[in-house]
């Protein structure tokens, strides 16, 4: 009967270090992609601030507000395509972790993949607006003076006014492309 009790206890004793070597192991891989998760939130984080930095550059060259710099365009080009190349080694790593576990911040994760191989594949340096109209400039008060007159006399004469229907004008939605 003794015997019998030895027995048993050290059989529950094998079973419980078989349970908690599983234990570990699985402790282990569901640290790991906790750990696999923070650095997707980084790679988004980043994609996300510095895609709205470099969106607004572009737009600010668009409409004149700054100048157009090669150097920032290579800058800009060079991030892309070095976030781009980071990005596909950890998409490999993403596929082997979602055949185990469900990856929080995987879908936002190939959203920026799509958008940045899109900039990529769509790249052209920023450019200052060949419409005019899209430009912003900066007048003085004696240059705004002159303008305040120009349109009270348009508005009288009628002079001015565009021939085009309003759904033929150029809007900056329709003339300006960015991929995002």
Known sequence: MRNASLTAYKLALRRLDGIREVWKEEH???????????????????HDVLNG????????????EIEPSSERDESEQKFLQSWSSLAMEIAEELLKH?????????????????????????????????????????????????????????????????KLPPSDIPTISNVYHWAS
Do not use: H
Request: proline share 1%; charged share 40%.
């Open 28 to 46: 282990a891989a569901a640290m790991d992609c906790l750990e696999f998760e923070a650095i997707l939130e980084v790679m988004i984080e980043l």
């Open 53 to 64: 930095v470099f969106t607004k550059r572009r737009q600010d060259v668009f409409s004149g």
């Open 98 to 162: 979602e055949s185990d576990y469900e990856i929080a911040g995987a879908e936002d994760f190939r959203r920026c993949m799509r958008s940045v191989q899109k900039q990529l594949a769509n790249w052209k340096p920023a450019r200052l607006s060949k419409t005019i109209g899209f430009r912003v400039d900066r007048l003085d008060e004696e240059e705004a003076a002159d303008l305040r007159r120009i349109i009270e006399e348009g508005a009288k004469t009628g002079e001015g006014r565009s």
